[in-house]
């Protein structure tokens, strides 16, 4: 190599020099805030119990760079999940106060690393993401003034209605490369503190999940069915703590404390009285609806049927009456 040209590469490498020492990423918990959130939004009970939920956190923690250059050495961000407020153990939770009769209630949940959430992050463990370039670094972030995604993950429970909310605290460290020649780097090492706020309302929900037929058989006369139906019921599931109501509303007219079923016979309309009684042997009728209290899980609602045995006699006939079962809660 002859001295004129050994100038010119030695001219070229400063100037590459120099143009790298314009590019650097500066790792901080954002401008003016420190706090990211992690929003759930508003879901069943049973939404929750049926299917983990998967949201992505904002975490606000962020790195700059003044020129996106690709430099050939290892960068690390590290992140520790160093306290929630309402873990057990090293499990995060949600928590929702006692609120009068409803008791406090917790869901627990798992913070990821990735979208898939197979990398979970436990309170007090730390994960270390490692990129050879800025360029790659800073994908990590989405590209630069990205805030560094986290990933929250619901365990499959039936709690309470409320609003359920926790405070994750994140500890973030990096060590970052911002000029490299041949592996050797001038490294910054920053530390940075953010706060996670995670919410999730939940809202009482109702199934019927079953309302069987009634079927009294056959008589000649109404004197002769001296046996109720016994042992029926619906099938009620609410929410744990929900308070609810069952209403029966009879598609015929009632006479006083007697529902009615019709028969239509030669053109006319017969009815035949009975009466549905709950399990305190109460009449229930279309104003004195049952009142209970859900636990999350299937629940009778035991009644009788009884046709009035005293009334006058009718014409054979096929009687029926279509009740309508509306849950309230």
Known sequence: MNVARRLRVIMLLLLTLSGMGQAFADCTNGVGAATGSASFGTLSSFTLAGT???????????????AILTLLATNTIMVTASSTTNALGTTPRLYAPANGSIPASYVPYTLCIDAGCSTPLNVGASYTWTQTSLLGLLGLFGGPNGSMPLYLKTS??????????DTVNLRWASHVCFLGVAGLCAYTDQTATTTLVVTLTVTNFCYLDSAPNVSFGSQPFPANFTSPVTSNSLSVRCSPSAAYTVKLVSSNPSSGQYRQMSALVNGSTYYLQYQLLKADATVWTASNDLAATGNGNSQAVNYRAQVNTSQANVPAGNYSDTVTVTVSY
């Open 52 to 66: 983990a939920q998967l949201v992505t956190a904002t975490t606000n923690y962020k790195c700059t760079s003044s």
């Open 156 to 165: 499959l429970v039936n709690v309470p209605a409320g609003t359920y909310s």
